[in-house]
């Protein structure tokens, strides 16, 4: 199949300040890409980007099949919705909707056709007479979907859409746009510094930072593998458990000895990673980390460790303890008997866990 | 010792209060002590202009005219003498307008473009130009007498309409770019970039998105260009002749060329024409002095 978005080494700089550094991306269509990263990692620049609103340095970007380098916006046969909305405040919502048509010339009849189409979509037919001033943030938000969906572009792009919205109706929108994906079947890509909206909407999750790729993949390749702590730490909440440990080999498993409060080193042995230099950080996901009993499996093992702090939180109770020097989180049942100050007996599924090189801070298996 | 202080509380509330009533009482008598004197003067030009030269002879300057005539009215607006002509203000009156009206609409729609350009097409050195256009508004109007009668001259403009209409655009394009820039700057510029998507160019943006949300900084821009060229006396009395003079050139030969008695009926009546276009704009417009026509246009 012919990528819909395809991006060759693409760079961007401002004068000598480089914000983006050889991106190389390329989805399929009906693909939901997610762009995301902490602020000022270049996700939004990338996606201005890839509208032609900014310039690129250098490389190039196709749609479609076609080169799109040097072509203006309007002619990316895009459609994109912004943090802001962007709504144009002396317009009417219908005239918003159609202002784009218009532009174009297409006829009234079909602008019409359209208009309804969208507003029956979107159900926000009653409000086609007011102005953006007199919406909701919730209804502005459809809106301005409604002005991207009247296009039928061949990729849409969103910008942070959601940031604006409280809690309830940023997930109630969230389901929305991954309903709308779904019926559309369109391409997108969407832009978020939210790694839960990146988990939960994407099929395809770029993960940036100081303007270069960390990791492409799908949401379980980027959750379950990530390639570097990076990813690692930025991806998940709470975020995975990061433990400074020393590997040995050991016959044909490995020793992993932990730094413990009390009682000596924890002493981990794991069979299926049998080539670890000595120094390895072992990522481990809070709900890898369960009460003895409570988990079973071929890699999973048992130690002791001294709770410091237990954080009921409804359906689970987090429960932090001190493991090589840091903090560790583990998602426990909500019924667990842990009491600060008392150890317990985890168990670890080593089945799960993630090493890394402390160094250079990449993945090693 | 609640008991005590509850009391004593109620009355030290009580005199505050009654202080407080004093206080505003003080404030509005000084405020109408202001007003006042700030009226005074239209109130004797007006006062002044309804009666007979032998009315203002023998009464007193403040007091109300015994019988009320238009006559000093009449003979403003169409009799009395700048000179050796004795039209009145009529001709000039209309000169005027047919000055300011073209100057003030050009100047405020090229006001609008750059500040447009300035605030949401950034380009290189934009700040520069901008900084540039706002020193040129501190340039005292005298320095520039000599070198724009030359190039008046050198288009052929000199002592015509059309020239002064020229040379306050000029001037004037410092303020209206100033006034049009703080106000766009603080539009988000995600909205251009909507528009861009849209498929609209820049005039098309200018047009459709940007002129319709600008009423409020029109109407502060009108005002100010309206005042500014209606009341300008340096330009006027600089680049006209005698047929292109404005308004106000000719409401000081009134004032100053008339020979024998002092007519100061017809002088307050032909001062008070020559200011009534001016208010007439403020009445007018300050109503649609709106803020926030962007309020909730952006952000949830």
């Not at chain 2, 505050?16 to 206080?23: D, E, F, V």
């Not at chain 2, 909205?191 to 609209?200: E, H, N, Q, S, T």
Request: proline share 5%; hydrophobic share 45%.
């Amino acid at each position: 199949m012919t990528p819909i978005l395809d991006i060759k080494n693409l760079c961007k700089s401002y004068g000598p300040v480089e914000i983006l550094k050889d991106i190389n991306v390329s989805i399929v269509p009906g693909d939901f890409l997610v762009l995301v990263g902490p602020s000022g990692c270049g996700k939004s620049t990338l996606l201005n980007c890839i509208a032609g609103l900014e310039p690129i340095s250098g490389g190039d970007l196709f749609i479609g099949g076609r080169n799109m380098t040097n072509v203006s916006p309007k002619d990316r046969d895009i459609a994109m919705v912004f943090q802001s909305y962007a709504l144009y405040p002396t317009m009417s919502v219908a005239k918003n909707i159609t202002f784009g048509m218009k532009v174009r010339g297409v006829d009234q009849a079909t602008q019409k056709a359209k208009l309804a189409e969208v507003s029956k979509q979107l159900q926000i037919e009653p409000l086609l007479n007011r102005r953006p001033g007199q919406l909701s943030g919730g209804q502005r938000q459809r809106v301005a979907m409604g002005r991207a969906l009247v296009r039928d572009p061949k990729l849409f792009l969103f910008d942070e859409p959601l940031s604006n919205l409280d809690a309830k109706l940023r997930v109630e929108m969230r389901t929305e746009i991954k309903r709308l994906h779904h019926d559309l079947g369109a391409s997108m890509v969407y832009v978020t510094h939210d790694q839960i909206e990146a988990m939960t909407l994407a099929s395809k999750i770029v993960v940036m930072k100081g303007g270069v790729i960390q990791q492409i993949g799908t949401p379980a390749e980027i959750y379950n593998r990530p390639q570097n702590l990076f990813v690692a730490d930025f991806m998940g909440s709470p975020a995975m458990n990061l433990i400074p440990a020393k590997a040995q080999k050991n016959g044909n498993g490995t020793k992993i000895k932990i730094d413990r409060e009390a009682g000596g080193p924890l002493v981990l042995t794991d069979t299926n990673n049998p080539d670890l230099p000595e120094d390895v950080i072992l990522g481990l996901r809070p709900e890898d980390i369960a009460e003895a009993g409570y988990r079973t499996g071929e890699h999973v093992q048992t130690a002791n460790c001294l709770v410091d702090i237990v954080e009921p939180a409804g359906a689970d109770t987090f429960v932090v303890s001190q493991l090589g020097g840091k903090e560790v989180t583990a998602r426990l049942h909500a019924e667990t008997k842990a009491t600060p100050g008392q150890p317990l007996e985890f168990a670890f599924d080593l089945g799960k866990v993630s090493y890394f090189e402390p160094e250079s801070g990449q993945r090693v298996s | 010792m609640t008991d005590y202080a509850a009391p004593s509380a109620y009355a030290s509330r009580q005199r505050s209060r009654t202080g407080q009533i004093a206080l505003r009482w003080l404030l509005y008598a000084l405020l109408c002590l202001f007003a006042l004197y700030y009226l005074m003067p239209l109130f004797v030009m007006v006062t002044t202009s309804l009666k007979s030269l032998e009315e203002i002879r023998t009464g007193s300057l403040v007091s109300l005219p015994r019988k009320v005539t238009f006559d000093a009215w009449a003979t403003a607006w169409s009799g009395a003498c700048t000179g050796i002509q004795c039209e009145g203000l009529r001709p000039y009156f209309l000169n005027s307008m047919m000055l300011a009206i073209p100057a003030v609409a050009l100047s405020t729609l090229f006001g609008a473009l750059n500040g447009y350009v300035i605030a949401q097409w950034r380009f290189k050195g934009a700040n520069l130009i901008f900084s540039l256009m706002l020193f040129g508004c501190f340039i005292p109007f005298q320095v520039v007498l000599l070198p724009m009668a030359r190039v008046l001259g050198m288009m052929g403009l000199a002592g015509t309409i059309p020239g002064l209409i020229f040379v306050h655009v000029i001037y004037g394009l410092g303020f209206t770019t100033l006034f049009f820039r703080n106000y766009y700057v603080s539009i988000p510029n995600e909205l251009v970039k909507a528009a861009k998507v849209d498929g609209a160019g820049f005039f098309r943006i200018f047009w459709s998105i940007f002129l319709p949300l600008s009423l409020p900084i029109i109407v502060v821009t009108v005002i100010w260009q309206f005042t500014q060229i209606w009341n300008d006396f340096l330009f006027g009395v600089s680049f006209s002749q005698a047929g292109t003079q404005p308004v106000t050139v000719a409401l000081n030969n009134i004032v100053n060329s008339t020979t024998g008695v002092k007519e100061y009926n017809v002088d307050m009546a032909a001062a008070i024409i020559a200011a009534l276009p001016t208010l007439l704009v403020y009445i007018v417009a300050g109503k649609y002095f709106i803020r926030g026509l962007t309020a909730g246009s952006v952000k949830g």
